[in-house]
């Protein structure tokens, strides 16, 4: 169903204009790390699914 991908880090600099973005970034980082955390210690797996006009976790 799905390609297999590639995946790579990057490292990049942040400038002082990029203030916002940089803790944009890390602050969805840290929510996904943590959720993904939360999730597999509760041994739960996340499956996602449609309700017509977004998506909703469902346990």
Known sequence: ???NRITKTVN???EDR???QK?????????VSEG???AR?????L???S?????AACN
């Open 47 to 49: 499956h996602w699914v």
């Open 36 to 38: 993904y955390n939360r």
């Open 23 to 31: 803790q944009l970034y890390e602050m969805v980082t840290k929510y």
């Open 12 to 14: 990049i600099a942040w």
């Open 51 to 55: 309700n017509g006009t977004d998506a």
């Open 41 to 45: 210690k509760e041994k739960k797996e």
């Open 1 to 3: 169903m799905f390609k």
């Open 18 to 20: 990029h203030s916002l």
